[in-house]
């Protein structure tokens, strides 16, 4: 076996419109495929991959200490932040610092842990 690529990541949601209202209207992605019901919708990022949203009946379920989570890069840190505050986003965790890169981590309305990622310059 050989893997090629992440193909997408995908986050449980309970309200498909709720999510989308999130991702599209705070975070600002554009919708790429999705389902004419709601079930399912993909957002294609610029710089490559791809983030889908899956509602469902509770098969899959939502949460921040699932263990997994989306990594978004971002050009300015700060300002993403802010953003996310302005528009009263949970912030689980604020801007912090790794030898590499800066990140903080949020919390979709689904309980779903966001973080946001922007390296450091060299």
Request: contains cysteine.
């Amino acid at each position: 076996m050989k893997l090629e690529k992440v193909a997408f990541t995908v986050y449980p949601t309970t309200d498909g419109k709720r999510a989308r209202e999130f991702y599209e209207g705070i975070l600002g992605l554009a919708v790429g495929s999705h389902s004419s019901n709601g079930v399912w919708t993909e957002y294609d990022l610029p710089g490559g991959g791809c983030f889908a949203l899956f509602q469902n009946d509770g098969m899959i379920k939502p949460s921040a200490n699932a263990g997994g989570t989306i990594a978004f890069e971002v050009d300015d840190l700060d300002a993403a932040v802010a953003h996310l505050k302005e528009k009263q986003v949970e912030i689980r965790m604020d801007i912090f610092h790794s030898p590499v890169c800066r990140q903080a981590i949020v919390i979709d309305p689904d309980g779903n842990s966001i973080i946001f990622h922007q390296l450091k310059k060299k």
